[in-house]
């Protein structure tokens, strides 16, 4: 096998993100995957208008672009898509299934691209060639012969919209509204709480934000790994002098420190940029109480100005040695001495929004030692962020899966939007919330129908268009897949794209449920666990990347995607496909969906041989917002989205934005008070697309050559009578029948808060219970578990 990892080292690293470590990132990359040439051209059509849509993170493609559009990770991702390698005919002529079981997620994906669709032979054990038609009459066969309840659809987030369009549709006129997808796993929690909160399912910022805010409240996202390309507009906001107050329980280097690697000057001088104006290293599940915290410091110094009280914003417990309160009072005092009256937008919370009383009276009666404690941060940090945003007139907030991916993902998220109504921090140049998406399209194939909620889905609209009658009961969520799949009640499972088994939680419990499953069909670039095991019969059907020449009937197609800002954008295929037998992703699902459902009055292979007939259907069922889509499809810098709430139109059931006060500052762990219990946040490595494992180098945290690492703080160490360095194994604490344990993790002594600890996702997957989610999103909560850790018998190893 390739890519084994060398020796393994931790040390500290003391570089920014970005600059020359980057760079030679890149570079190793293209090597490896045999493209050092033809890679770098390809390149410079990443994220251009007229170019390919990055595969990697969602992140907004500016009208304006950069000689080279794409960051580090970006490269990393159309590298992996477009290497020389093969997973071959004579691959897997040569291995059986029960043999890669045993494989690592990285050696599994690095045999590169799927060539060949393939069948799974239970006499050999092997995955064996099929011709496309057979393979798409045996599907349709096997799922006709099944009820469409026992049918479950998935959907990773990087299928284009034509695709999902397609795929949703396919769903529908089967019978079945199983559609569960990445989403359910990552930002579910924002879909669920934004459109109470105010009315949208998205996040409102757009770029122009950050050419006009004051002060970004940066919030449980790593943008240096994540989504890097974002750090060109925080780079460009800082020097303008807008301030980054960030809140992260680790000290990321991309929040820290940042090279322009497109910049000569920064390149050649080392000089950097400084992110993080302030950086407040929250413990994990402690937002709620952190942004809490900063709520009642605005709240209460705005009730010390109206009573013309400055001398009592700092509260009765004064502590005016404190830098932060310090600043609050001399904001306060500034704020009087000018004769203003107050600290909140009065005027914007009594137009627009309800709920403000029972949040103020909340955050009033919050006492400092309790948001002190849940936080981890002081009263006096908390003070300091609220004068810092007080004093801005636009605050921007940006948030990722340190707040999504929790018990309280939804509640966290409406905290976001509590503190922005403050002060009318929504709907105004420079104000807006920013939720960082994942996947590159994973935000629009919700806007075309992906969607186990049938609510959500314009099903009147598909009804009259198709002439059929969509099932109107609610699917099943990923969560509720994995349980259908536990329990039986799902017999088949059509995956278009990911790798499911590594991404859930559950992993032994449905990973031995799935070998029972009569259908699994994967529709897929590279071999993954999820294709290695398998069901009764099953399909493995390699498609083309978004990278490729698409070429149909009509010629080279275009397909197209939306991004973290909703602005949609087209994408054109550049390179030669990996294997003249893969087919496209619309022509997969067509193939099946015509095998399956036979005559219907879709025109599946007009379609196929022209996406630009799948726009126009997807426009006839969404006309506002995909108004002139193929005109549009190409327009620098992509068109936005209508969304009501950027003009302060709120399409709530109370027709206002609202503040919805949390029920508790943090969730109820049945751990029966066990004192030595830390808490578990599921990390990325800068060397990871989720599932797809580059390689063994987490630059920014210094970890190279293995990812079975746990990263601890010091005095937790030390009080586990550990020592950094040692081999544990990792215990799941919640109280429950199953044990759960994932064993030979390494400990590495960290930056972290006391009580916090993080380890890398997918390794630690196995330790999540299924109900440990969101109770209304579904969300796991894989940013905060409750684990032990104990000494081990087995050495460090990946
Ligand atoms: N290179 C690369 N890019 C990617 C991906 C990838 O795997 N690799 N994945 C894509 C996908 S699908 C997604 S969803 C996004 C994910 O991108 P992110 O939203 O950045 O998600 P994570 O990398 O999981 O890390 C979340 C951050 O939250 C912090 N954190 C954890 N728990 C808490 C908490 O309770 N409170 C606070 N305040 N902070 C916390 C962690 O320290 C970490 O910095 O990235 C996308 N882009
Ligand atoms: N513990 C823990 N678990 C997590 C998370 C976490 O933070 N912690 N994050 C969650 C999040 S945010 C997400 S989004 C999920 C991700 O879950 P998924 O989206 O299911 O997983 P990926 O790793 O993105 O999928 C990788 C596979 O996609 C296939 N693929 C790549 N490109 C294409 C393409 O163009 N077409 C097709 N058809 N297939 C392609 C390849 O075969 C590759 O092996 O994981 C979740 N799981
Ligand atoms: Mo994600």
Known sequence: MSGSPSESRVRTYTGPAGGWGSAKSV???????????????????????????????????????????????????????????????????????????????????????????????????????????????????????????????????????????????????????NLPDSSNMCHESSSVALPESIGASVGTAILSDFENTDCIFYIAQNVGTSSPRMLHDLQDAVDRGAKIVTFNMLRERGLERFVNPQSPTQMLTGSETTISSDYYQVRNGGDIAALFGVC??????????????????????????????????????????????????????????????????????????????????????????????????????????????????????????????????????????????????????????????????????????????????????????????IDGSSRAFVSLGGNFLKAIPETEAVEAAWRKLRLTVQIATKLNRSHVLHGEVAYLLPCLGRIEVDQQASGPQSVSMESSIAYFHGSRGKTKPASPELLSEPAIVAGIAKATLGETRVPWDQWVGDYGTVRDAIEATYPETFRDFNKRLFQPGGFPRPLPARERKWVTSSGKANFITPDR????????????????????????????????????????????????????????????????????????????????????????????????????????PLEHHDAKSKTPSYKLLPILITPSSELPHD
């Not at 969509?470 to 699917?475: A, D, F, L, M, Q």
């Open 296 to 485: 009642k410091a605005l709240i209460e110094a705005d009730d010390a100005l109206k009573a013309s009280s400055v001398s009592q914003v700092a509260g009765e417990d004064d502590k005016p040695a404190d830098p932060g309160n310090a600043a609050m009072v001399a904001f306060a005092a500034s704020m009087a001495a000018a004769d203003k009256k107050h600290v909140l937008d009065h005027d914007f919370i009594k137009e627009h929004t309800t709920g403000f009383e029972e949040f103020a009276i909340t955050a009033r009666r919050h006492p400092w030692a309790e948001l002190e404690s849940i936080s981890g941060l002081t009263r006096g940090q908390m003070t300091e962020a609220a004068a810092t945003y007080a004093k801005s007139n636009a605050v921007l907030t940006i948030y990722g899966m340190g707040l999504t991916q929790h018990l309280m993902g939804v509640q966290n998220v409406h905290m976001v939007v509590n503190l922005a109504l403050l002060r009318g921090n929504i709907g105004k140049p420079g104000a807006n919330i920013c939720a960082v998406r994942g996947h590159s399209n994973v935000q629009g194939q919700r806007t075309v129908g992906i969607t186990e909620k049938p609510g959500l889905a314009p099903l009147d609209k598909l009804a009259e268009l198709y002439g059929f009658e969509p099932p109107r009961w609610t699917g099943r969520s990923t969560v509720e897949t994995c349980e259908a799949i």
């Open 27 to 177: 570079t190793e990359i293209l090597v490896r995957e045999q493209l050092p040439v033809r890679g770098a051209n390809l390149l410079r059509h990443q994220n251009k208008p007229e170019g390919y849509m990055c595969v990697s993170c969602a992140w907004a493609k500016p009208a304006k672009t950069h000689p080279l559009e794409f960051c580090e990770n970006g490269a990393k991702a159309t590298a992996w898509e477009v290497t020389s390698r093969r997973a071959d005919r004579s691959f897997f002529d040569a291995h059986t299934l029960t043999e890669l079981e045993s494989w690592r997620d990285h050696d599994l994906e690095e045999q590169g691209r799927l060539t060949h669709p393939m069948k799974w032979d239970a006499a050999t054990d092997k995955y064996v060639p099929v011709p496309w038609e057979q393979a798409f009459v045996e599907v349709g066969q096997e799922l006709r012969a099944l009820a469409p309840e026992q049918v479950d659809l998935y959907t990773s987030g990087r299928a284009s919209l034509e695709t999902s369009y397609m795929y949703q549709l396919f769903a529908r006129m089967y019978g079945s509204n």
């Open 665 to 768: 500052l943090f969730p109820h762990l049945s751990t029966s008070g066990r004192t030595e219990v830390l808490h578990l946040a599921t990390l990325r490595s800068n060397d990871q697309f989720n599932t797809t494992i580059y390689g063994y180098s987490d630059r920014f945290r210094g970890v190279d050559g293995t990812r079975k690492v746990v990263f601890m703080n010091r005095e937790d160490i030390a009080a586990m009578g550990l020592t950094n360095g040692v081999s544990v194994d990792l215990t799941t604490a919640i109280e429950e029948e199953t044990a759960r344990k994932v064993i030979g993790f390494r400990v590495v002594e960290y930056n972290i808060p006391k009580g916090s600890c993080g380890a890398y996702f997918p390794e630690t997957n196995p330790l999540f």
